[in-house]
């Protein structure tokens, strides 16, 4: 089993900056992929940003030059930093784990952006 507890959401005005964290606990190797999704009111979840155990990483196009994902193997943690943040990022932020053909899920972080 594999848990996922996410934290760093919040509230903030665009054009601003925000780091989320997840950190896993059980049976996860940093060879694992990790990453982001979100999922807005009304919309389906999305992928934001992954990065693999070889510390490849793939985003969305609507994040790039905005959203950097990176990871800590030894703490088990992954990160997205934010930056330029717009209202449409308005969203509940995921964080997940591919272990094993399975994907965990964390319970999600909400981040609002506006003004």
């Known amino acids: 089993q594999v848990r996922l507890v996410e934290s760093g959401g919040g509230f903030l005005q665009p054009g601003g900056s925000l780091r989320l964290s997840c950190v896993a606990s059980?049976?996860?190797?940093?060879?694992?992929?990790v990453g982001w999704f979100r999922q807005a009111p009304g919309k389906e979840r999305e992928l934001v940003a992954t990065?693999?155990?070889?510390?490849?990483?793939n985003y969305a196009d609507f994040v790039k030059d905005r959203f950097t994902i990176s990871r800590d193997t030894a703490k088990n943690t992954w990160y997205p930093q934010m930056n330029s943040l717009k209202p449409e990022d308005t969203a509940v932020y995921y964080c997940?784990?591919?272990?094993?053909?399975?994907?965990?899920w964390g319970q999600g972080t909400q981040v609002t952006v506006s003004s």
């Open positions: 997940y784990a591919y272990v094993t053909a399975t994907r965990y």
């Open positions: 990065i693999t155990g070889g510390g490849n990483t």
């Open positions: 059980g049976r996860i190797f940093s060879t694992n992929t």
